[in-house]
């Protein structure tokens, strides 16, 4: 069965820096876009990035463009996102999600992971 | 402020047909497909309808989605003491290179 499971979460100091990884199974991970989406303590949804099967296609929101950077490496089945000059807003759970959709205006995540949280506080 | 509008709470009593609203625009709704995820208390969001009105393996036919012009709407029929939850619709918005998000609707069962 499909499985994705994030780690990498943590506590840090505004500025500072962090490294999520996200391990799939049970599907052929270079088949499918993958994508980073995060919930903030009581908050709702908010998509933060997106990478398509061979990297060509990467999508930033506004809110994390420039600091942050999603990569994927299809040999270990795994999506990164690396996460830099971070911010008390950038306090949430971070979802790893399956996009099986190649177009865009149909896009969707079938599977999510569990979660990671990212604490940013002093 | 989300993109997508949704009523921020909706009730119901078992047996009960519900129905939760998403508004966009142009950019997202009125050109792109609707998807709507259910968020359990303390769980992950699970697909719930993609496609406007499509269900995933799993999902009961009470779910079903529809949308029309820039707006969708999510109903619960048979509502039942499980569905209450947090449900969320999404939308591709073209001019933002990504998907947006409702802000999320409170669905509770009395």
């Known amino acids: 069965q499909v499985q994705l499971v994030e780690s990498g979460g943590g506590l840090v100091k505004p500025g500072g820096s962090l490294r999520l990884s996200c391990a799939a199974s049970g599907f052929t991970f270079s088949n499918y876009y993958m994508s980073w989406i995060r919930q903030a303590p009581g908050k709702g949804l908010e998509w933060v990035s997106y990478i398509s099967s061979t990297t060509e296609t990467i999508y930033y929101a506004d809110s994390v463009k420039g600091r942050f950077t999603i990569s994927r490496d299809n040999a270990k089945n795994s999506l990164y996102l690396q996460m830099s000059g971070l911010r008390a807003e950038d306090t949430a759970v971070y979802y790893c999600?399956?996009?099986?959709?190649?177009?865009?205006?149909?896009?969707?995540?079938?599977?999510w992971g569990q979660g990671t949280l990212v604490t940013v506080s002093s | 402020q989300s993109v997508l509008t949704q009523p921020p709470s909706a009730s119901g009593t078992p047996g009960q047909r519900v129905t939760i609203s998403c508004s966009g625009s142009?950019?997202?709704?009125?050109?792109?497909?609707v998807n709507w995820y259910q968020q359990l208390p303390g769980t992950a969001p699970k697909l719930l309808i993609y496609?406007?009105?499509q269900r995933p393996s799993g999902v009961p036919d009470r779910f079903s989605g529809s949308k029309s012009g820039t707006s969708a709407s999510l109903a619960i029929s048979g509502l039942q003491s499980e569905d209450e939850a947090d449900y969320y619709c999404a939308a591709w918005h073209d001019s933002l290179n990504g998907p947006v998000f409702g802000g999320g609707t409170k669905l509770t069962v009395l």
């Open positions: 999600a399956r996009a099986p959709e190649s177009l865009e205006w149909l896009l969707y995540f079938d599977h």
């Open positions: 496609s406007n009105n």
């Open positions: 142009s950019s997202n709704i009125g050109t792109n497909t």
